[in-house]
């Protein structure tokens, strides 16, 4: 993204991600961690903030206290909501564990056992259940944060369908039971549109979808354009007309699906740590990028080394700094507040060297 010169704007970080989201620049690059499969929830931020999991998965008011403290903390410059990837497929038919505070939720069984029984998964019900909890949770956050954006968050299409059924048959499937891989498909898009639009009714300024179990790495170019962008752009096109800016994380490698990827209607495309930021850069001039700063070394090595990669991430042209995937529960937290403040860091050493020429 060209970057145009904003040094007489005071931005918030609100505006900030906005003014990056729309291709205008900023001052510097936006600092954020969504949510949903990029949770920031780790064991370190529920005790700071006196609130835990799972009940938080379930209470509205302790989901909202929960996301808020990562901006009174100083630990991210966002609000997200909710804190995993299941909301979706339990209300559409699978039985989900809501796991502890350090583990996450996840899938226990699949609501259908092939792709020919798409007629047996339930429609979201957004009046009940968990997405009722976070769309409440994204209300009284929009009562109580005015300078941070609100993000909501949406498991991809992909990712839904395969928490649905089997992942390995659901693959399978796609290219044997192409036209009724392609009915869940139109189903689960069409849920997540229902829910992503109520996020968007309820406050969210932007939308991030996350779909890890989209690859081109698992699904190859044919089958991620067939399977994948499309029903991304779908989604992604649905949440625009609803008024709210959209970003996309997809995992794995790129360097086979950038023809692909340059069809994402998205404002904004995420990636993990194993992308090279500079070779996709390369590959998709002009777009806004996000990421990647390793998960695995924010959980297991110092803040010092958080400090340099995050610094390698704005080097590589990162328009969005964020953690290159979910944070493990168990992340220290200075390691995770290392993010921010070498954003600001960065920020003010390029201000001071800018402001001697």
């Known amino acids: 993204m060209e970057t145009k010169n904003q040094d007489t704007q005071m931005f918030t970080p609100k505006s900030r991600l906005h003014a990056i989201l729309d291709g205008r620049g900023a001052d510097r690059p936006a600092c954020i961690c969504p949510g949903g499969m990029m949770n920031m929830v780790t064991d370190g931020l529920q005790k700071e903030a006196g609130v835990g999991l799972p009940e938080a998965h379930t209470d509205p008011r302790k989901m909202a206290d929960l996301a808020e403290a990562v901006i009174k903390d100083g630990i991210f410059e966002n609000c997200g909501v909710p804190f995993c990837m299941t909301v979706e ?194 590959h998709l001039p002009g777009r806004v990028l996000m990421g990647n700063v390793s998960t695995f070394a924010v959980e297991l090595t110092d803040p010092e080394n958080v400090d340099s990669l995050t610094r390698k991430c704005i080097g590589s042209g990162a328009d969005i700094v964020s953690p290159a995937c979910g944070l493990g529960m168990g992340s220290p937290l200075p390691n995770v507040k290392a993010i921010l403040k070498a954003v600001r860091s960065e920020s003010d050493s390029a201000a001071s060297v800018q402001g001697q020429k």
């Not at 044919?222 to 995992?251: M, P, R, W």
């Not at 790129?254 to 740590?273: C, I, N, T, W």
């Open 89 to 282: 497929a339990e209300a559409m038919g699978a039985k989900v564990t809501l796991g502890n505070n350090l583990f996450e939720p996840h899938v226990v069984e699949y609501a259908m056992n092939d792709v020919d029984h798409y007629a047996e998964l339930k429609p979201i019900d957004l009046e009940s259940g968990r997405a009722k909890v976070v769309l409440d949770a994204i209300r009284i956050l929009k009562e109580e944060v005015k300078d941070a954006p609100i993000i909501g968050n949406l498991t991809g299409p992909v990712s839904t369908a395969a928490s649905l059924v089997d992942p390995e048959k659901f693959y399978m499937q796609l290219r044997k039971k192409n036209e009724n891989a392609h009915k869940v498909m139109d189903f689960v898009t069409e849920q997540l549109i229902r829910f992503g639009t109520a996020q968007v009714e309820a406050g969210a300024d932007v939308i991030t979808i996350a779909d890890p179990s989209g690859t081109g790495e698992i699904l190859g170019p044919k089958y991620f354009s067939e399977f994948a962008v499309d029903y991304i752009n779908q989604l992604t096109d649905a949440l625009h007309k609803a008024g709210a800016e959209v970003i996309v994380h997809i995992c794995g490698q790129m360097k086979y699906v950038y023809d692909q990827l340059k069809e994402v209607h998205s404002d904004a495309l995420s990636f993990d740590a194993v992308v090279s930021l500079r070779e996709a850069r390369k």
